[in-house]
């Protein structure tokens, strides 16, 4: 999809506020595939290419949100490890007005040929973004997973944050669209329940920057063969979650997780009780973005946790 006249010009209005830009003129448009969301693709201006994402109405209200999870990742990632885009500009659409257009616009990042130690320097450089102390959990605004809100309360215990701010949310959303039967609403309230018991183990753990929506989608190789991090949904929580959503849906290769483990190792529980505790949240949303097709999923990951915890 080619982008509207109505936002070239309003592109061609906002450049000279746009130091990066300032004084540029914009080329031709194609499209990059790969997004289930926003219209996206390769905008060429007279200063150079620049990635170019958009949207209209409620669908565009997280483009801020996300650039200051981008500039947050830039600024504390190691760039000898990890890229990420900066941000050349951001805007949301207007509130209830569902003809608005928001964007944002970042450096070209283009997809390529992964370095020999792609795989490494991933693994190793989300370790490394984890091993960083964060003041709290939370974050200081509410932002977006995939079109949905994800709030980001700040809370001083990881437990309260993860039942508050993640498995309530979705488990009352998902209800109240009558996603969830009775059955399953009692399931998923009994994990909130013994969530403090699961988290016990890292409970003393520091908060780290998350990247937030780890799946393989959202890490290429940029043009150095570098990983790059796109589309996060970023907040200080715990660094296993990443890891969790990153097993989640596969695509992620066997040297990544043992590059990470070298520099942050990982215990045994991680993976029996709360790699699928945190993977419940990410099934709760495509849940309420897809459907009861995850369901079975959901359910078995609920299960799974309290069988471990001798709840089942």
Known sequence: ???????????????????????????????????????????????????????SGESAMGFSSEARSLEALRADADPALLDVPEVIDARDAEPGDGSTLGWLVLEFLPPSSPAPDHHERLGRGLARLHSEAQPTFGWPESNRIGPLEQVNPTRERWADFW?????????????????????????????????PEALAPVADDPPALLHGDLWSGNVHPGPRGRPVLVDPAAYWGHGEVDLAMARLFGGFAGETFRAYEAVRPIAEDFRRIRCPLYQLYYLLVHVRLFGASYLGRTRSAARSVLSELGRG
């Open 1 to 55: 999809m080619k982008p509207p006249v109505a936002l070239r010009r309003l592109l061609t209005e906002r450049l000279d506020t746009v130091a990066a830009l300032e004084g540029a003129e914009l080329g031709s448009f194609q499209p990059v595939g790969g997004g289930c969301i926003h219209h996206s693709g390769r905008l060429e201006t007279s200063a150079g290419p620049v990635f170019l994402k958009w949207n």
């Open 163 to 195: 039942v508050e701010a993640r498995l309530l949310p979705q488990l009352r959303a998902a209800h109240d669209a009558d996603i969830l039967g009775r059955g399953d609403s009692e399931l998923l309230e009994r994990v909130a329940v013994a969530t």
